[in-house]
């Protein structure tokens, strides 16, 4: 069975400063999908950034990017010029081509002004 | 793009009551939907995989007679909390999967929180 740790249930970063939020996953499968998702106190899911797992190159979203590190299967997420709408929970989920998505216990970020 | 609807957003009910949840992927075609249920402060966990004309699979431990799931379309999928009760109160979440060009992700929809009095 795969699983997701998430080892940092809250996180607090100074604005316009960068934050790093841990993910390790543990699985038996060589190609996956990893995931971070952001949900504000809006409820609502919001995609942030993606990774295949057969990509080295580690994926990037203006001020998102990750390191994904497949022997170690750690897939942390770098939030760069961190800003007040980042506040919110975010999830690091895995799946194997898109079905079964697993996701972390979350880490709260609060950004500070 | 990628947008996923849900209506309702929030629902009260009366215990023994049947409450009907619908999920619409509004610009894209899903052959599979998702059904997940979030409580305070934790993360969401999977009730169950709806696939477009056939069967819901559920996880284990999720009663299916309970959480009635149809996937009648490549648009729409709806969960009915059948006979409801207090300890359903939850904030229930549909997802769909866009399996579309470079795809295989799951867009959510924006939750229900339904409250069992």
Known sequence: AQTVTQSQPEMSVQEAETVTLSCTYDTSENNYYLFWYKQPPSRQMILVIRQEAYKQQNATENRFSVNFQKAAKSFSLKISDSQLGDTAMYFCAFSISGEDMRFGAGTRLTVKP | ?117
């Open chain 2, 1 to 117: 793009g990628a947008v996923v609807s849900q209506h309702p957003s929030w629902v009260i009910c009366k215990s023994g009551t049947s409450v009907k949840i619908e999920c619409r992927s509004l610009d894209f075609q899903a052959t599979t939907m998702f059904w997940y249920r979030q409580f305070p402060k934790q993360s969401l966990m999977l009730m169950a995989t709806s696939n477009e004309g056939s069967k819901a699979t559920y996880e284990q431990g999720v009663e299916k007679d309970k959480f009635l799931i149809n996937h009648a379309s490549l648009t729409l999928s709806t969960l009915t909390v059948t006979s409801a009760h207090p300890e359903d109160s939850s904030f229930y979440i549909c997802s769909a999967r866009d399996s579309s060009g470079a795809g295989d992700t799951q867009y959510f929809g924006p939750g229900t929180r339904l409250t069992v009095l």
